[in-house]
């Protein structure tokens, strides 16, 4: 009999893709913008606009929804707001890359974004990114941008404006995504939560459900999915 074959995850800087069949895919929202593309069947996307058999979807960001792929694989693919790719979603061809995600996601995050390179970053920026990170816990904003030389109305201003999503928003799903990258390297769920910020392995998992609808369990402690990085991640 020949062998089931493993759904995969690919993890690339800004970037993700999902390879298989999803199940059990529940309501859920992430600041993701996304493309859904069939395999073979379509796939069933629940949304504000009800239920629509589909071979091919664009996902805002921030919108609730569900997927039902009926056990047949689709490609999910999943851009950060800062790392879009240059040309809008609505005009992107999949093409022949559909089998190789990894190259599909190279190819489309070829070119910087336009709204990246048209400006150099604010360092105080960068620099308040790097200490939201380092914190654990609670992050308390109007004390790191003291730290920064920002009054906090002014740091809300400017994150707001060069990531797309307020602080709060920002924080959950980056260190949704480093606990992701330190399970793909192998690390166990404990020690990749408590290292990305969450108080405990529990707050990881009920995030990683309400972001992505299925439980994190699935990819990180079955076989069935085989989670990659792609080079220079």
Do not use: Y
């Amino acid at each position: 009999m020949k062998g089931k074959v493993k759904a995969r995850l690919i993890l690339c800087r800004g970037a993700m893709a999902f390879l298989g069949p999803l199940a059990d895919n529940r309501p859920h929202r992430h600041h993701a913008a996304q493309i859904v593309q069939s395999i073979r069947a379509p796939f069933l996307l629940h949304g504000a606009q009800g239920s629509q058999h589909l071979h091919h979807a664009l996902v805002p960001p921030d919108i609730v929804h569900a997927i039902d792929s009926a056990g047949e694989s689709v490609l999910v693919l999943l851009f950060e707001p800062a790392a879009l790719p240059p040309a809008p979603l609505a005009d992107i061809t999949l093409g022949a890359d559909l089998d190789c995600p990894q190259r599909l996601l190279a190819r489309l995050q070829g070119a910087p974004p336009a709204h990246l390179s048209a400006a150099p970053s604010d360092t105080r920026l960068e620099r308040f990114k790097a200490l939201a990170r380092a914190a654990e816990g609670t992050v308390r904003l109007a004390e790191l941008a003291g730290r920064v030389g920002l009054s906090p109305s002014r740091l809300t201003h400017l994150f707001t404006r060069s990531e797309g999503i307020a602080f709060k928003r920002w924080l959950l799903w980056d260190r949704l995504l480093r606990t992701v990258d330190r399970l793909a390297a192998g690390a166990d769920l404990t020690t990749a939560a408590h290292a990305a910020g969450f108080a405990d392995s529990a707050h990881f998992s009920r995030s990683f459900r309400a972001h992505f609808g299925i439980a994190a369990s699935h990819i990180f402690r079955s076989r069935s999915v085989q989670v990659e990085r792609c080079p220079h991640h």
